[in-house]
RNA sequence: GCGGCUGUGGUCUAGAGGUCAGGACAUUGGCCUUCCAAGCCAAUUGCCCGGGUUCAAAUCCCGGCAGCCGCACCA
């Protein structure tokens, strides 16, 4: 049986990149169909997630500056602790050295693995050398950006571009909770050693949606109504495969809200518009230990393959507040929502109130300070005596009766600034894609004959219909090309071919997956009609020339 | 990254130190052809890369690259 990778090599789907120089694994070209192929995917993709969500898309630079990738935990997160052996060269994960001699190396810093292992005097399990100390292998492409070398990093995901813009995409969608921004573009991993073909490449294509809700309503998805019916299978963490609706799903506590289960339903209808057999789709859901570091619950589409078994093509997790709290922390810049209460609150506090007039001239110039320190604080700590102590510069003073007074005040508080949190769907594109390819293509034996068909659906196929004439003769070449250009005209990809049998230009077209031919036969030359033939039935169908636009 | 296996036109393959590396399918052109890879004629295209051994290497040896399988890794 030929293989789905090699179909699609010889026709012009897939390409190793670089081949002419010995190649670079983890690295793929799309050929003009895969390129095709990829872009009906992708348009479907914004079909379902920008038109049919309002998740608009943005496209931020693939090469992102240190500090993101510092807030994001990347450059902490996403390495692995390399010793080298300094007589024979070898390199080894340090924790794994640790793990074989019994240590316990699960939060320990680099600093700390060094320690333990010149502690222990390991040596190099090759040959007995001395080993190095900790380099630290990052799956992270470095880079320096411009002359001065700022360090910059390929970004291993396009979700991060996302929480960096959060103020201005907050603005842009006139601040309110929840919405949505998604971005399709391509993404960095430096594997150490990629493997099975398109589905772990060094460069890869994601189509990410970031959805920021208010942590109070992820139960209360406004469409959920319209998915909760539908049933998918889930294989949640505790191993127990089962079939529940959403409305169950959420219900029985699996997944954990309305939010994620509603974006587990729309992957999941996605996934089958792209063609995809229902029945080779599951979800599965991470286990804590295999969440990534920001997730709090993260369930994943899988799909079956014939030849790698179930892969995980689509990652939908609860981000929670992760992010854009990194982001914070690292930037120094407010990244929250405000959240407007439905009535406002009325709260009668009991302030103390410093009496500056009197605070003035006892403490100079201190008395700006003492008195924003006289105002934050407790009144409750106010004395016996009517007194008060602070703290200034380290020195404790304790402030008289009569220089602040208390008051109690009546504040009006219209609502609150939370940090929202985000739900997102991440598909891998690459892995899609042969996931399609692998389902959509079907032999049989006809006539003592392979005929091989990709039975791609007609939204997604790199083209939309095919030209042909019966035979090279009486002119039908001729005719068959003015059908060609009028479709094309009208906006199809269409594909023109007279070389070989008509059987044989059937079977060509059938094994890079165009749904129709049309072919141009004797009879179109007395009526203008032509016949239509489907790739899947190959039944045919005669229609007029004039109405084949409307007909395909 | 480790270990095992593998690498010949676009694809599949023959070849086991010694003529111009052979075939099939595909592709292109021509003839023929009234609906599913028909036939005939012709043409194009190849030993993964780099070293070494030898009078002579697709063939033997070493290294690299790539692929497959297992281990590790996959936030």
Not at 172 to 198: D, M
Not at 281 to 307: G, N, P, S
Not at 417 to 443: M, N, Q, W
Request: charged share 30%; proline share 4%; aromatic share 10%.
């Amino acid at each position: 049986m030929e293989d789905v990778i090699e179909l699609a090599r010889r026709r012009g789907f897939l390409w190793p990149s670089y081949e002419i120089y010995g190649g670079a694994s983890g690295f793929y070209d799309y050929g003009p169909l895969g390129a095709a192929l990829k872009n009906r995917v992708e348009d479907l993709w914004r079909r379902f997630f920008v038109i049919g969500e309002g998740y608009m898309e943005i496209s931020s630079p693939a090469i992102g500056v240190e500090e993101v990738f510092r807030a994001s935990g990347h450059v902490s997160h996403f390495v692995d602790p390399i010793v080298t052996c300094e007589k024979c060269g070898e390199g080894f994960r340090a924790d794994h050295l640790l793990k074989e001699k019994g240590v316990d190396t699960d939060g320990m810093t680099y600093e700390e693995l060094d320690e333990e292992l010149s502690k222990r005097k390991v040596r190099c399990p090759a040959c007995g050398g001395g080993l190095s100390r900790i380099n630290t292998f990052n799956l992270m492409f470095k880079t320096g950006i411009g002359a001065a070398g700022r360090t910059g990093y390929l970004r291993p995901e396009t979700a991060q571009n996302i929480f960096i813009l959060f103020n201005r995409l907050y603005e842009f969608y006139r601040k309110k909770l929840p919405f949505g921004v998604a971005q399709l573009g391509r993404a960095y991993r430096n594997e150490i050693s990629p493997r099975q073909g398109l589905l772990r490449l060094r460069e890869f294509s994601q189509a990410e949606a970031e959805v920021f809700v208010d942590p109070g309503s992820k139960d209360r998805h406004p469409r959920f109504p319209e998915v909760s019916h539908v049933k998918l299978r889930l294989l949640p963490g505790d191993g127990e495969p089962r079939e529940l609706t959403a409305a169950e799903m959420v219900e029985k506590g699996i997944v954990a809200h309305q939010y994620l289960a509603y974006h587990m339903v729309r992957t999941y209808q996605f996934l089958r518009e792209a063609g995809i057999p229902v029945e080779r789709i599951r979800f599965r859901q991470h286990r804590k230990t295999e969440m990534a570091h920001y997730a709090c619950d993260c369930w994943d589409a899988e799909v079956l393959t014939e030849r790698y078994g179930w892969v995980e093509v689509v990652g939908i997790a609860d981000r929670t507040d992760y992010d854009l709290r990194s982001h914070i922390r690292e930037s120094g810049v407010d990244l929250k929502a405000f959240l407007r209460f439905d009535t406002p609150k009325r709260e009668k506090r009991v302030i103390l109130e410093p009496d500056m007039k009197r605070l003035g001239p006892v403490y100079k110039d201190k008395a700006k300070e003492v008195g924003e320190l006289i105002r934050a604080s407790d009144p409750g700590k106010v004395k016996g005596d009517g007194s008060i102590d602070i703290v200034v510069e380290g020195e404790r003073l304790n402030i008289e009766k009569g220089m602040f007074s208390k008051k109690t005040v009546e504040e009006r508080v219209e609502g609150e600034k939370i940090i929202p949190h985000v739900i997102e769907p991440s598909f891998g594109i690459d892995r899609i894609i042969y996931c399609i390819l692998e389902s959509a293509r079907t032999t049989e034996e006809r006539n003592g004959e392979e005929r091989t068909v990709l039975r791609l659906k007609p939204a997604i196929a790199p083209y939309d219909v095919a030209v042909f004439s019966l035979v090279s003769k009486e002119g039908l070449d001729e005719k068959a090309f003015e059908v060609f250009e009028m479709l094309r005209e009208k906006g199809f990809l269409a594909l023109y071919d007279t070389s070989g049998t008509i059987g044989r230009r059937y079977a060509r077209a059938d094994e890079i997956g165009v749904p129709y031919a049309v072919t141009v036969d004797f009879q179109t030359l007395e009526d203008d009609t032509v016949t239509i033939r489907d790739r899947d039935t190959m039944k045919q169908e005669r229609v007029k020339i004039a109405d084949l636009a409307e007909r395909l």
